[in-house]
């Protein structure tokens, strides 16, 4: 697995990482946890050294599964888990709460939960509109100072977010969707990213699935699972956005790659400090995820793929809107 360096932190990851949420959480059911391992294991044993978890992803069950898994192979690996959530056992975050003295307290029942000293990369899950940016990164940067904490990372935050965070506590890497059919951080957050020296982690880097190829207008979703509620998902939105589908196909088929490959080597092509972390709870798909490293895709393949995505706009919202609201603050 080709290695890759978030921004100008000297955070050394593999090229493709692996997002964990739907092993406990979001897109169904949690999965069989003695199968998760096997799969966070054979993941190890592949090359992925990033893992992405978040204490609300269970809430909690998830940063205790890579606990598990992960304990073999501390020395190896690099974990990004996130706070910024008032959260319950019973109960998945619904509230934001960023202050410090919570801070502080999430990162300790995280270094508990993943089994380890210190917290490779800590991320705000989203920002809170009611804690100043700069309190959130003067308590990461109080608990980097302990020996907690690594390196700062944000998700989904906004520009300014960003540069009021870094002046404080330098931000690592920033984590957001981006991929061929979401391609807004391309607007301001990617130059300011270039700017600061600060990586860049795609989140949904296959469109939750869709640019797989493997989702269509027929394809139903239980009430567990985080796209039965999004725009995006809608029926007729899956019909219209099946041009993206094929368009990844036609260039799959040149390439002797899949849909989903195309899709994460497109985004690798973009930056060299970009990324993605596809999730997966099948082997087969995490073996398919990883190939992507190895397809080059030309300037002219790049091209070609802008030139058609530029002559179509992805149909349904992304998320609804009051869930919308808590991104790019």
Known sequence: MQKRILGTSGLEVSAIGLGCMSMSFGLGPARDRREMISLLESAVERGVTFFDTAEAYGPFANEELLGEALEPFRDDVVIATKFGWKLDPGFGGSQLDSRPETIKASAEGSLTRLRVDAIDLYYQHRVDPDVPIEEVAGAIKDLIQEGKVKHFGLSE????????????????????EYSLWWRRPEDDL??????????????????????????????????????????????????????FVDLLARVAEQKQA????????????????????????????????????????????????????????????????????????
């Not at 296959?206 to 567990?224: M, N, P, R, V, Y």
């Open 190 to 243: 990617l130059p300011t990213l270039d700017e600061l020296g600060i990586g860049f982690v795609p989140f949904s880097p296959l469109g939750k699935g869709f640019l797989t190829g493997k989702i269509d207008q027929t394809t139903t979703f239980e009430s567990a699972d985080l796209r039965s509620v999004l725009p995006r998902f809608s029926p007729d939105a899956r019909k219209a956005n099946q041009t």
């Open 258 to 329: 899949t849909p989903a490959q195309i899709a994460l080597a497109w985004l690798l092509a973009q930056k060299p400090w970009i990324v993605p972390i596809p999730g997966t709870t099948k082997l087969e798909r995490l073996e398919e995820n990883i190939g992507a490293a190895d397809v080059e895709l030309t300037t002219d393949d790049l091209r070609e793929i802008d030139s058609v995505v530029a002559t179509i706009a992805p149909a349904g919202d992304r998320y609804p809107e009051e869930l919308e609201r808590l991104t790019g603050r």
């Open 157 to 176: 935050p906004g520009v300014e977010t960003v540069r009021r965070a870094h002046a404080v506590q330098p931000v690592t890497a920033v984590e957001s």
